[in-house]
């Protein structure tokens, strides 16, 4: 992260990450007339998305590797 953004973040705060409710306790959707405010969110801005772990290969099923190159004697 640069410079710049480090002291952008310490100024502003981080997103708290904490969804908005109405009265009733529900959700509040994101307003989309509203782009530079997310009212889903209480402080208005959305927490970053965490990075997900890579999958990792899984191997076939069938014959086993190498079995169909085995000399015969």
Known sequence: MSFWNKF????IGEPSGKRA???KG???KDDKSTPNVNE????GRKPKS???PKAKA???R????GSKNKSKK
């Open 21 to 23: 409710r109405d009265s």
């Open 50 to 52: 965490k990075a997900k």
């Open 58 to 60: 899984k191997r076939g």
């Open 40 to 43: 889903a969110y209480s402080d």
């Open 8 to 11: 952008v973040e310490f100024l």
């Open 62 to 65: 069938g014959r086993p590797k």
């Open 26 to 28: 529900r959700y509040v």
